[in-house]
C-alpha cells in the first residue's frame, strides 16, 4: 500500500498462514526521509471469527499517554523504529 493523500485510511487483506509460527512483516516503499504512513492499529483474526489474535495490535503497550516514541521491540513486535 502506497498512499497518496494525507486521509486515515483502512486496509483489509486476506492473508493464508501455515500451521504454526508465522511472521507478519511490514516494510516501507519509497524514499526513508522519516515521512512515511503511520500504522496504529492491526488486527489479525481467523476466519469467521471477530477476536483479534495478535498480542498489542493497537500498539498500547508501552503507554506513553498522549506522547510517542520509536522502539526497537515493544510487546509483541520485534523490529526497529516501531
Do not use: C
Request: proline share 2%.
Amino acid at each position: 500500500m502506497v498512499p497518496t493523500d494525507y486521509n486515515l485510511n483502512t486496509v483489509t487483506l486476506n492473508v493464508n498462514v501455515n500451521v504454526g509460527a508465522n511472521v507478519l512483516t511490514f516494510a516501507g516503499a519509497g524514499k526513508a526521509d522519516g515521512l512515511g504512513a503511520g500504522i496504529s492499529s492491526i488486527s489479525l483474526t481467523r476466519q469467521g471469527t471477530t477476536t483479534n489474535i495478535l498480542v498489542n495490535g493497537d500498539f498500547s503497550q508501552p503507554n506513553l499517554g498522549s506522547g510517542w516514541g520509536i522502539f526497537i521491540n515493544i510487546a509483541g513486535w520485534t523490529g526497529s523504529e516501531i
